[in-house]
């Protein structure tokens, strides 16, 4: 929206013509989205504290947790109203990934938030049953592939890359690109819901990962950074830039608040919709494979559960103490804080490496 203002009044106001810019309203809506988590987080965490929105810690996790009980959930819901309002302001709204992006987002949002209102209206920690969540996220994730598939302008824009390799990239038709998206959505929506167990465990490497998804966006969205990488070029990636730098404000911001020991939790509603959105990003900028690299923590956290689940059914044996992952170091007997600021170093490594795909090729 301000873009369009600064459009028409760029002619009178010299200054106005920063806003053609996309590193520069990058960088707003990063300060933006932060600065509206920081001011409403407070309001936030009374209204729900008043609402009794408290968290319902699971009897069969780690004891500790169990002080955990009743400290606010749906925290969330401020990281999405700050994304949201942030890339209305900043981006272009002429631009179709822009609104992809919010879609995908506020859907998984609207599906965390039914799951959240059940744990903590009817008390059940188990939420909605894992039959309507994968219906719902199996929706978004199909209609988003469809959507971005007519949506894309180039045979490049619809490419399975293989980073750290110049040239092995495989064309996808229609039905293989959706499928893709729908995997990469679906399981970066729940990688991620499993690693939000810890105070500040998923804020922080989303942040990670979301900053360094926006340097993909915009080395694919400029037709020359990407013909001098070997990246595909995508046209309007670079408007996606924007909706990552929102992203990382307002986790930052909530990052304040949920820092151990949390005042607020993420719950469902900012976790689902957080990892979707990310999932989505990927498959924007054809960089699937790097999300993974990035995501290691994610993708880490929902194999050992799939590992537990599966072990246990097979052999009646587990292979870790709990899962996820991060329970089994606990079990371990480190801190809740030393996990976190471990799994953030892991995270901030895999985010480097997966940058240097950008140059090794």
């Not at 960088?27 to 319902?56: E, H, N, Y």
């Not at 949201?84 to 998984?108: D, E, F, G, K, R």
């Not at 729908?182 to 970066?188: C, Q």
Request: proline fraction near 3%.
């Amino acid at each position: 929206m301000l873009l369009w203002l600064a459009e028409l009044f760029h002619y009178w106001v010299n200054g106005f013509h920063l806003f053609q810019y996309t590193t520069f309203r990058a960088v707003m809506a990063a300060l933006t989205s932060l600065t509206l988590s920081l001011m409403l987080g407070p309001w936030m965490i009374r209204k729900l504290t008043q609402l009794k929105v408290g968290q319902a810690v699971r009897h069969d996790g780690p004891q500790t947790h169990l002080i955990k009980t009743g400290t606010p959930t749906m925290g969330g819901t401020l990281i999405l109203m700050a994304i949201t309002v942030t890339t209305l302001l900043w981006a272009n709204l002429a631009n179709p990934y822009v609104w992809i992006l919010l879609a995908v987002m506020l859907s998984t949002g609207a599906l965390g938030f039914y799951d959240d209102w059940k744990k903590v209206v009817h008390k059940d920690p188990h939420g909605v049953s894992a039959r309507f969540k994968m219906m719902w996220q199996s929706v978004v994730a199909l209609l988003a592939g469809v959507v971005l598939f007519y949506a894309a302008h180039l045979s490049a824009s619809t490419t399975f890359i293989v980073p750290f390799f110049k040239e092995i990239a495989y064309p996808l038709g229609g039905i293989g690109f959706v499928i893709l998206t729908y995997f990469v959505i679906v399981g970066t929506s729940n990688a991620v819901n499993l690693t939000d167990g810890l105070d500040g465990l998923a804020a922080f490497p989303i942040v990670l990962v979301a900053a360094g998804l926006s340097i993909f966006a915009y080395v694919s969205g400029h037709v020359e950074f990407a013909h001098y990488l070997q990246l595909p070029h995508v046209p309007g990636a670079n408007e996606v830039v924007v909706f990552c730098a929102a992203i990382c404000g307002a986790c930052l911001g909530f990052l304040w608040f949920n820092a151990y020991p949390a005042q607020v939790f993420m719950g469902d509603v900012g976790a689902l919709a957080l990892g979707a959105a990310l999932g989505t990003v990927a498959v924007i900028v054809r960089q699937e494979i790097v999300l993974v690299i990035m995501g290691g923590l994610f993708v880490v956290e929902a194999l050992s559960v799939m590992l537990q689940v599966g072990s246990y059914r097979m052999r009646h044996k587990r292979i870790f103490l709990m899962a996820p992952i991060h329970h089994h170091f606990e079990q371990k007997g480190w801190k809740e804080t030393q996990v976190v600021v471990r799994f953030w170093i892991i995270t901030m490594i895999l985010v480097l490496v997966g940058l240097a795909s950008l140059k090794i090729r």
